[in-house]
């Protein structure tokens, strides 16, 4: 298991009040889609929400170097 490093990325889509998923712990969740794996980037653990710049120059059309793709 990879610590101290970020290993991929989601769209933050929504943040509701209630969802029955096992994984929600209220009062609010955000609900996430497209998970993306990334090439493991070392970066130091923050609370919630934070930008990180991707060490890769990426255009906004370049496809993020993925390791694999997520099924399902």
């Known amino acids: 298991m990879l610590t ?12 509701v009040e209630w ?3 096992d994984w929600f712990n209220g009062p609010f969740g955000w ?3 497209n998970p993306r794996v990334l090439k493991p980037c070392p970066c130091k653990g923050k ?7 991707y060490p890769y120059l990426l255009e ?3 496809p993020i170097p993925l390791l694999f793709e997520i099924s399902g």
């Open 4 to 15: 101290g490093c970020i290993v991929g990325i989601v769209d933050v889509v929504d943040c």
């Open 19 to 21: 969802h029955d998923s």
């Open 31 to 33: 609900v996430l889609a």
């Open 47 to 53: 609370l919630g929400l934070f930008e990180f710049d």
């Open 60 to 62: 906004e059309t370049d």
